[in-house]
């Protein structure tokens, strides 16, 4: 596992760097998640073995540290991830982004002007309101789910289809993922779902079967957007189909030209 540094932070995110000579693609996981225990099998699939994966776990998450002192909101963290790109020091990337990670790779996308080759998102966040539960852990005060709710989150969740996810919650900063539950709750303007229609790279929206019917189907369609649906998943779909989510990713890539 490698490490970038944050200097003013005096903090390091940690990463999962794979090699290939195709086109490296950027891996940002959802909220209480890591790419290290999310995306090892989807990247590892034939379908995506020729690229250059980086697997990324943000600040607060996975093996990367937990400074005190950050703010710790979905800006925060493409401020650095932009200083990341930089340091990766690469001629073209494209972004993959799940849920939160979403909304986060289409801020970045934003930023990244011609070195973004293109964007693949999996049930990202467009728009405020957050999800089911984002906002359940918005309902708390911040003192409040950090004296508490996360350790409930975390019992009611264990031995639940949602097993993984417990695990990424155990070693995540509660700080973390209360600020970034609120900054989805409340959304920023102009919304990801702006910044994404604006963005002049190849964009790829992915969406678990079991999710479906979702009336963004046909909305991003009519925004020139590609949809790809992975069978016998739902929202967890790196989990739930692994395979069937690389090769949906790989189409997505199979449509970028340069």
């Known amino acids: ?24 693609i950027l891996f940002i ?26 697997l990324i776990d943000l600040l607060g998450t996975g093996y990367s540290d937990r400074p005190d002192h950050f703010g710790y909101s979905l800006n925060d963290h493409v401020d650095y991830l932009e200083a990341f790109v930089r340091f990766l020091d690469v001629d073209r990337f494209i972004v993959f982004g799940h849920s939160m990670g979403g909304a986060i790779a289409i801020s970045l996308a934003a930023r990244c002007g011609k070195q973004l080759k293109g964007i693949i998102l999996s049930e990202a966040n467009l728009d405020s309101g957050g999800g089911y539960y984002s906002k359940k852990i918005a309902s708390y005060g911040e ?16 031995g639940s289809p949602n097993e993984n ?9 509660p700080e973390a993922v209360y600020r970034e539950s609120r900054c989805l709750v409340e959304g920023q303007n102009p919304s990801w ?23 963004d189907v046909e909305t ?27 090769a949906a990713i790989k189409r997505g890539i199979d449509r970028i030209t340069d």
Not at 143 to 158: L, T
Not at 194 to 205: D, G, V
Not at 220 to 246: C, F
């Open 143 to 158: 003192e409040e789910y950090v004296a508490g709710g996360h350790a409930e989150m975390i019992r009611e969740n264990k």
């Open 29 to 54: 996981h959802g909220l209480g998640c890591a790419s290290s225990l999310d995306y090892p099998q989807v990247s590892s699939m034939p379908h995506l073995a020729g690229h250059r994966r980086i």
């Open 193 to 215: 779902r702006q910044l994404l229609y604006s963005l002049e790279a190849p964009k790829t929206y992915i969406f678990g079967e079991k999710s479906l019917p979702d009336p």
């Open 220 to 246: 991003l369609k009519k925004e020139q957007i590609h949809i790809e649906i992975v069978e016998d998943a739902g929202h967890s779909m790196a989990w739930d189909n692994p395979k069937g989510l690389a």
């Open 165 to 173: 996810w417990t695990a990424s919650l155990l070693v995540s900063s």
């Open 1 to 24: 596992m490698k490490e970038f540094p944050i200097e003013h932070m005096n903090a390091r995110m940690r990463y999962h760097d794979l090699p290939g000579n195709e086109t490296p």
